[in-house]
């Protein structure tokens, strides 16, 4: 599944924030946030080493209450325009997420690439996570956009 919003501020404001953890939160909240593993705290995606697992980031169901975790692999970085994580969860055998910055007029475009296969072989579920997925990652595009619009108009409003 694929998403993209235009975000209103240039590519190297979105991707120094869409690479840091508390960046990374802020468009997953309220509905939950991910901790780093232990060893990494103060890393980003740019920093992490590549194409190995850092450990266990742990999801939290609006930020409290530990319901899957990821071990996080991030396999690719062209720092300020595109990084590849290839992790396994707890729900999946396979997650894959590649985030894209593109400057376009006005701002930066940001595209969002998820692949997974769940772990349970249920009927219907691999179609059940799509839409959800669907709907989190829209909430994240949504989330990152208001952000920068709202720093945007807060400095319009300074003399």
Known sequence: MEHEVDVPA???AVWERVVQPAGINHEMRPWMTMTMPRGAAGATIETIPLGRPVGRAWLRLFG??????DHLTVVEVESGRRFLERSTMLSMRRWEHERTLTPVPGGARVQDRVTF???????????VLARVIGAFFAHRQRRLRAHFAAAAGAGRLRP
């Open 117 to 127: 296969e769940a772990r349970l072989p249920v009927p219907g579920l691999e179609s």
């Open 64 to 69: 409290v209450i530990p319901f899957d975790f």
């Open 10 to 12: 240039g590519a190297a």
